[in-house]
């Protein structure tokens, strides 16, 4: 869902990272399928914010996601924190001079926050840059209401490697995330 329609479905590996998705060849009628479930996601997405929209004015979408920072295996080293913060702000589709209260205030608010005995290390654009379709799409059909922001949250809160999650960082970062909402609120209701 978070890519271009075009490459919205991976039939080679060379779209999956090199990765074999695939025993055999995907019948066309369920790439033409799955396109279609693609093009009513949008759909249903663009009349859901114009509801929102007209209630409010100008809304912000925290399109989370994770980040693996294990990836050469279980016993090797983790990816260098320099180039992986445990959360990584991504905006490049966005008018960033036009939403940098918004963007600001967030990191500030994630920043001020400790998980796990330790401050959070947020950054922009460092491990992705928010080049996503849900975003992208956001800032194409709402650029002057619509701030939808890319969260990629380093996989600090799991194994990624079992799968096994550790509860109590899952839980800071929920509450962390929850209560980005009034601070959101705020922001949004300062604007002109």
Same mark, same amino acid.
């Given at each position: ?115 796990? %005995?330790? +401050? =959070?290390? #947020?950054?922009?654009?460092?491990? &992705? ?8 799409? $956001? ?6 209401? %619509?701030? +939808? =922001?890319? #969260?990629?949250?380093?996989?600090? &809160? ?8 550790? $509860? ?25």
């Amino acid at each position: 869902m978070n890519r271009p329609r075009d490459a919205a479905v991976y039939v080679r590996p060379e779209q999956a990272w090199g990765l074999k998705v695939w025993s055999t060849p995907v019948p066309p009628e369920c790439v033409e399928a799955s396109l279609a479930i693609h093009d009513d996601y949008y759909k249903a997405l663009r009349a859901f914010l114009k509801s929102i929209e007209r209630r409010h004015r100008q809304f912000v979408v925290l399109d989370v996601h994770s980040y693996n920072h294990r990836r050469r295996g279980p016993d090797a080293p983790p990816t260098d924190p320099v180039q992986a913060p445990d959360i990584n702000i991504g905006t490049s589709s966005m008018d960033r001079e036009r939403w940098s209260d918004v963007i600001d205030g967030l990191m500030e608010h994630f920043s001020s926050y400790e998980i796990a %005995g330790r +401050a =959070v290390d #947020v950054r922009e654009n460092v491990a &992705f840059q928010g080049k996503g379709e849900q975003t992208r799409f $956001i800032h194409e059909f709402f650029p002057q209401t %619509g701030c +939808a =922001v890319a #969260v990629e949250f380093k996989k600090i &809160f799991m194994d990624e490697w079992t799968g096994e999650p550790d $509860i109590d960082v899952l839980n800071q970062l929920r509450s962390m995330v929850s209560s980005a909402q009034p601070v959101l609120e705020r922001l949004l209701a300062c604007r002109p």
